[in-house]
């Protein structure tokens, strides 16, 4: 019994795996016609959970943390959505030393662009599924993702 559950858990790692790799090729499909990468999609993922949740804009350390990524790599990031007009670097009015990062208006064209992509992503995945089906799968996938402990919940 216990060997079944390795092999299916092993399956079950191996088709999530291949999954995860086809939704992300559709995605990025669906982003290089807006001259995005992944990303500076997620860059523009974070600065709006940050304006929605009221929360201050976040400091290129702290995108650098949720990224997972040395500082001087977001500096890049930062830099070309800059120079494209979707993000912007202002000073912290309470600490001069600070720069903060906020999406423009621009940005936030593109973001919904890009959240667009990932749901025609996600049905062109999906798409076999009848609508209970993606239901059960959702209440799996949700119950997977609530039990990850100590894991940041932020926007991916």
Known sequence: MAT???E???RLA????RLTKRLRKGHVRRLTPLGITPTQARVL?????AEAHAEQPPRMADLAERLDVVPRSVTTLVDALEVAGLARRSQDPANRRVVRVTLTEAGQE???RLWQA????????????SGDQREALSALLEQLDVARCGVDKGPT
């Open 4 to 6: 079944d559950t390795a």
């Open 8 to 10: 299916t858990t092993g």
């Open 118 to 129: 990932r749901r025609e992503a996600a049905e062109e995945l999906l798409a076999p599924l």
């Open 110 to 112: 593109v973001l919904a």
């Open 45 to 49: 993922q974070i600065l709006a959970h």
């Open 14 to 17: 191996d088709q999530l795996l």
